[in-house]
């Protein structure tokens, strides 16, 4: 969704909170390419010159048929010289060309500047995303990253090519155009300048009036495509719950307003070209009287008059582009500031290898000792938590809902770094370890499936980029998803698409802990990862995890406490506390808050 970026017409912009600050740093990046820029600045002011000279010439040919046609009358002369006149005219068509050569040289290596920055600016970007924490995701919303991502670039793109080469032509043409107008005729300068400040007073009364209806039109659009999107994506839950009329009506109230706002913008927007249209014409008036009677006194040429019109045509459009440069300018730097604020966020704790371990012999013990943690380190979550898993353990994390189950996870694998206390690994704190490394140990397979757009097969190698075919289909098999997969149309090679609703929530689920089995990792983390599959192939699922968790250490955080009862060692958390330990006999035995949580899984089903 556009964010009120206006680039087009007099739409507003979104202001830049530091803009001398965010321009600064967008000259360093723009710095790289001075040369280019060097060349864009010379090319564009030639190409200005080339094309104010024009109207100049083209008057002295309109002097020349004018004197030609009253000599003949006259009798002073034999007419017009048409050899003189074709040599004005081609020196025009020369001038003309030149100036289009170098306005295409001067747009030339402004593209490829432009293009080059935006291509620096997506390949940060995309390094950074990988550098930053788990936190900084979590705390913005997707639509909003994927805004800074791509049309905050794209704005800034599209800005940035406009706006240097507009103004560089524009301030050229307006000093150009002046300084020939003077050598025409000092007075009529005067009377043109006079004009300005009444079409610059009509402007900014326009683009005042219209900035409100504008921001609303940008708002309405907003939420009509938010209300389209919703509508859309629960289209079934609107027609099971027979909700189409109020959806319709709620639909039917952002249009009307929308409309509303549109109108006027639109309106506002469309009246700019008339009234400076208007000014102009009266400019001409002016001119042509004025010049006519200097004509009479013989103080310029019939020729100059017409070059003057031009002129003054010459000199609104510059006034009208560099008014509509601010708002691109604006609208520029608002989005590099967006972008920057991005590459500038706060990364990862950078990693240090402090101690020498060997990653293949890891994967024994998991130690947590005195862990304290909280996202917000004003509300602690995880306190003084204590606990030792060995190789083969399965150990069960339980709890009601914020309890704190995922976050021992997320600390594990060190989405965050505790607080306080520490978390080992074959005695090895994993604060001391590459990210990469510690990663490599685990398998995860979550409730929230991700799939990308692919062959079922490559979804499946994910999990170990280097496997072979052989190695995917053995996967596929001890996750019993091989037989789903072979009865598509495409068999392994069927493409997922963007969203992986071609296959169901079940299916998906299996896909994953194909991916993990094939990882073949050393540690597993298990997030209910059942919980999308019916009870038949629970079961299933279930033998081939036991199998595959076998000689390693497996985190499972349960909610269906039936599916935990061989665990080795079930961990019970409340309010971010171990309140319990132990195995599933033994903690129903102490009758405690296990207890309660088992006993009233089954209590409606007793009923």
């Known amino acids: ?341 991005f590459l500038e966020e706060k990364e990862e704790v950078p990693e240090v290898k402090k101690v020498t371990y060997d990653l293949e012999k890891m994967g024994n013990t998991v130690t947590f000792e005195d862990v304290k943690f909280g996202y917000n380190k004003n509300k602690i979550v995880i306190n003084d938590f204590n606990a030792k898993m060995h190789k083969g353990q399965k150990i069960a994390i339980v709890g009601p809902t914020g309890a704190g189950k995922t976050t021992i996870v997320k600390l594990l694998m060190r989405f965050y770094d505790v607080n306080s206390g520490s978390i080992k690994i074959d005695g090895v704190d994993i604060k001391d370890m590459k990210r990469d490394d510690l990663r490599s140990l685990f398998g995860m397979v979550l409730q929230d499936t991700w799939l990308y757009s692919d062959t079922i097969k490559e979804n499946i190698r994910y999990g170990n980029l280097n496997a072979n075919d052989e190695a995917v289909y053995d996967a596929a098999i001890a996750s019993h998803v091989d037989h789903f997969i072979r009865t598509m149309p495409e068999g392994y090679d069927m493409v997922l698409n963007e969203e992986s609703d071609n296959v169901s929530a079940g299916q998906k689920q299996l896909l994953t802990i194909a991916r993990v089995i094939l990882k073949d990792p050393k540690i597993l983390i298990l997030d209910e990862a059942t919980s999308s599959v019916d009870t038949r192939m629970e079961q299933l699922i279930q033998e081939a995890m036991d199998h595959l968790m076998e000689g390693r250490t497996s985190f499972v955080i349960a909610h269906r406490l039936s599916t935990i009862k061989n665990a080795n060692l079930i961990l019970v958390m409340r309010d971010g506390d171990i309140v319990e330990q132990g195995t599933h006999d033994e903690l129903l035995k102490k009758n405690g808050f296990y207890a309660e949580l088992y006993n009233s899984q089954f209590e409606s089903v007793a009923e």
């Open 1 to 341: 969704m556009p964010n009120g970026h206006g680039t087009r017409g007099m739409e507003t912009t979104e202001k830049a909170k530091d803009f001398k600050g965010t321009l600064r740093k967008l000259f360093k990046y723009l710095g790289v390419y001075k040369i280019s820029l060097i060349f864009v600045v010379i090319f564009a002011v030639c190409s200005a010159i080339f094309s104010i000279i024009g109207p100049k010439i083209s008057g002295q040919a309109t002097t020349e048929i004018f004197n030609g046609l009253v000599g003949k009358v006259m009798g002073t002369s034999s007419g017009i010289d048409f050899s003189k006149v074709g040599t004005i005219l081609l020196t025009l068509l020369s001038l003309y060309i030149i100036s289009a050569i170098f306005q295409y040289l001067q747009a030339f290596i402004m593209s490829g500047v432009n293009q080059k920055v935006t291509f620096n600016l997506r390949e940060k970007i995309s390094h950074k995303m990988h550098k930053l924490p788990l936190s900084y995701f979590e705390s913005k919303t997707t639509g909003e990253i994927l805004s800074r991502v791509t049309n905050d670039v794209d704005t800034l793109s599209q800005s940035l090519d406009q706006s240097i080469s507009q103004m560089l032509t524009s301030v050229t043409t307006l000093i150009g155009v002046i300084i020939m107008m003077v050598t025409i005729s000092p007075l009529m300068t005067l009377v043109t300048l006079v004009i300005v400040p009444i079409a610059l007073f009509m402007m900014s009364f326009i683009m005042k009036h219209s900035q409100k209806y504008f921001m609303n039109h940008q708002k309405y659009l907003g939420n009509i495509n938010g209300t389209i999107e919703e509508a859309y994506s629960g289209h079934t839950v609107i027609k099971l719950f027979n909700g189409e009329e109020k959806t319709i009506e709620d639909f039917n109230k952002t249009n009307e307003k929308l409309y509303d706002s549109a109108w006027r913008a639109q309106f506002f927007s469309g009246m700019m070209h008339p009234i400076m249209n208007f000014i102009g014409n009266l400019g001409y008036v002016l001119i042509s009287i004025l010049g006519g009677y200097l004509v009479i006194k013989n103080k310029i040429e019939v020729g100059d008059i017409l070059s003057f019109i031009q002129y003054i045509r010459n000199f609104m459009n510059p006034l009208a582009q560099i008014a509509q440069i601010g708002n691109m300018i604006q609208s520029m730097v608002a989005s590099a500031e967006r972008v920057f604020e």
